[in-house]
């Protein structure tokens, strides 16, 4: 473990226990008191600083192995995840007419998300914990980025999936030698059969909300942002929410930059996600407990009716004196074709789903139009090809025939006005 970490500390009791001592959750509180990591930032100031960044050539999620909960010994072996581009847009704030506007593109991972950090996390856990095999469950992403960096390291892996698993995903782990076990319901269904399974075997445990150390490796997204802006970060950051993981994850890294002097204010985090599966954004805006919603989007990687995660993500984003918006399944579409189209980036639609929640954001006026941000596209389109050609026009067959060809392009021109 990193010599760095002081302990564990329970999101419910605020007790702190010893890491060794402690596999998941809170020992008094059960599976609702969610740990959080606890580092000695004094101690990592000296070790992780301007100076030590700017002569740091690795680039991946592991240059800031001080703030993760991992040894040094495997870093070397894993897959490349993490220092995605950050691109401040060419032209899609010109359409959204907003000043500054940066997409943060975790699609570019290893295995097409923002989940290979935490995989990463899992799987040099369970090596440092001995143990052979990890689970998970899944409504894609986190078991197609486990499968990878477990298939790279030599991990066995089984992995949980609700049968609406977009096919992209699902040829993900079957190319990557998962044992997949595809469930006949809802992903609540299939947590709940992983997490019996998981203590029946004694496997490891990479559900990211209980697992403590899941949410330390989303952070390194958050490290990167700043840390690709010079540490002058954004009004906002803006990310789809299903679990909350990712958000919390978010937060935290900005929380320690704060803590190690490298930022003086956290940015306001907007969190996503879809009108049809929205249980966070109620609790959010009526300031009360997450209660269990349906799962009814299309953005399958938020679709979570009970969120594992609810108050650490509340948390980041009132503590970020941020906000929460849900959006259509047709605004996700929407959102999908105009990151394409204007920025040449393909995002799935859970990752979309940010651009769309911005857009919300900006017309009810939570987000302002001189403000500046960053939006993090969680996850690669070509994950899911059956919802983006649902977000866009057929293309037209013709017969190869040039004369065909130049009356359908005038014919276009004269239709076309954007
Ligand atoms: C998992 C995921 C999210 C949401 O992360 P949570 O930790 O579940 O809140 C958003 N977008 C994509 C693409 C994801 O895979
Ligand atoms: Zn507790």
């Given at each position: 473990?990193?010599?760095?970490?002081?302990?564990?500390?329970?999101?419910?009791?605020?007790?702190?226990?010893?890491?060794?001592?402690?596999?998941?959750?809170?020992?008094?509180?059960?599976?609702?008191?969610?740990?959080?990591?606890?580092?000695?930032?004094?101690?990592?100031?000296?070790?992780?600083?301007?100076?030590?960044?700017?002569?740091?050539?690795?680039?991946?999620?592991?240059?800031?192995?001080?703030?993760?909960?991992?040894?040094?010994?495997?870093?070397?072996?894993?897959?490349?995840?993490g220092w995605t581009p950050l691109y401040r847009t060419n032209r899609l704030h010109h359409a959204l007419s907003i000043k500054q506007l940066y997409i943060k593109d975790d699609g570019q991972n290893p295995s097409g998300s923002l989940k290979d950090r935490a995989s990463a996390i899992a799987v040099l856990r369970a090596i440092e914990e001995n143990n052979p095999i990890i689970a998970c469950s899944s409504t894609g992403n986190a078991a197609s980025s486990l499968a990878a960096s477990a298939a790279r390291m030599g991990l066995k892996t089984y992995i949980f999936v609700p049968k609406r698993a977009p096919v992209g995903k699902l040829a993900q782990l079957q190319i990557y030698g998962a044992h997949v076990i595809m469930v006949d319901g809802d992903y609540k269904d299939t947590y709940n059969l992983s997490k019996k399974a998981i203590d029946h075997h004694g496997w490891y445990n990479r559900n990211a909300a209980i697992n403590p150390y899941l949410v330390e490796g989303k952070k390194t997204v958050a490290l990167e942002i700043a840390e690709q802006l010079h540490f002058q970060l954004t009004d906002w950051v803006v990310v789809s929410v299903g679990d909350g993981c990712t958000i919390a994850g978010v937060y935290k890294g900005f929380?320690?930059?704060?803590?190690?002097?490298?930022?003086?204010?956290?940015?306001?985090?907007?969190?996503?996600?879809?009108?049809?599966?929205?249980?966070?954004?109620?609790?959010?805006?009526?300031?009360?407990?997450?209660?269990?919603?349906?799962?009814?989007?299309?953005?399958?990687?938020?679709?979570?009716?009970?969120?594992?995660?609810?108050?650490?993500?509340?948390?980041?984003?009132?503590?970020?004196?941020?906000?929460?918006?849900?959006?259509?399944?047709q605004s996700i579409l929407d959102a999908m074709r105009l990151m394409g189209k204007y920025e040449g980036i393909f995002g799935e639609p859970a990752a979309a789903a940010a651009l769309a929640g911005l857009q919300k954001a900006i017309k009810q006026q939570i987000i302002k139009p001189n403000e500046s941000m960053v939006i993090i596209n969680t996850g690669n389109g070509l994950k899911d090809p059956q919802n983006a050609q649902r977000a866009t026009k057929e293309p037209i067959l013709m017969k190869p025939d040039l004369d065909i060809l130049i009356a359908h392009i005038e014919q276009e021109g004269e239709h076309k006005h954007e």
């Amino acid at each position: 473990m990193n010599p760095y970490i002081l302990g564990l500390q329970c999101t419910m009791c605020q007790q702190i226990f010893d890491p060794k001592q402690i596999k998941t959750t809170c020992p008094i509180c059960g599976d609702a008191g969610i740990l959080d990591v606890l580092y000695d930032y004094e101690a990592i100031k000296k070790d992780l600083n301007l100076h030590s960044l700017s002569s740091n050539q690795d680039r991946t999620m592991f240059r800031y192995q001080q703030l993760l909960p991992v040894e040094d010994k495997h870093i070397d072996k894993m897959l490349k995840i993490g220092w995605t581009p950050l691109y401040r847009t060419n032209r899609l704030h010109h359409a959204l007419s907003i000043k500054q506007l940066y997409i943060k593109d975790d699609g570019q991972n290893p295995s097409g998300s923002l989940k290979d950090r935490a995989s990463a996390i899992a799987v040099l856990r369970a090596i440092e914990e001995n143990n052979p095999i990890i689970a998970c469950s899944s409504t894609g992403n986190a078991a197609s980025s486990l499968a990878a960096s477990a298939a790279r390291m030599g991990l066995k892996t089984y992995i949980f999936v609700p049968k609406r698993a977009p096919v992209g995903k699902l040829a993900q782990l079957q190319i990557y030698g998962a044992h997949v076990i595809m469930v006949d319901g809802d992903y609540k269904d299939t947590y709940n059969l992983s997490k019996k399974a998981i203590d029946h075997h004694g496997w490891y445990n990479r559900n990211a909300a209980i697992n403590p150390y899941l949410v330390e490796g989303k952070k390194t997204v958050a490290l990167e942002i700043a840390e690709q802006l010079h540490f002058q970060l954004t009004d906002w950051v803006v990310v789809s929410v299903g679990d909350g993981c990712t958000i919390a994850g978010v937060y935290k890294g900005f929380y320690d930059l704060k803590k190690l002097g490298l930022i003086q204010a956290i940015p306001k985090l907007l969190g996503v996600q879809s009108e049809g599966c929205n249980p966070l954004v109620k609790a959010f805006h009526t300031h009360s407990p997450c209660q269990w919603t349906e799962e009814n989007t299309l953005a399958d990687s938020i679709s979570v009716g009970v969120p594992r995660n609810p108050i650490k993500a509340l948390r980041a984003i009132e503590a970020s004196h941020g906000s929460m918006v849900d959006v259509s399944d047709q605004s996700i579409l929407d959102a999908m074709r105009l990151m394409g189209k204007y920025e040449g980036i393909f995002g799935e639609p859970a990752a979309a789903a940010a651009l769309a929640g911005l857009q919300k954001a900006i017309k009810q006026q939570i987000i302002k139009p001189n403000e500046s941000m960053v939006i993090i596209n969680t996850g690669n389109g070509l994950k899911d090809p059956q919802n983006a050609q649902r977000a866009t026009k057929e293309p037209i067959l013709m017969k190869p025939d040039l004369d065909i060809l130049i009356a359908h392009i005038e014919q276009e021109g004269e239709h076309k006005h954007e």
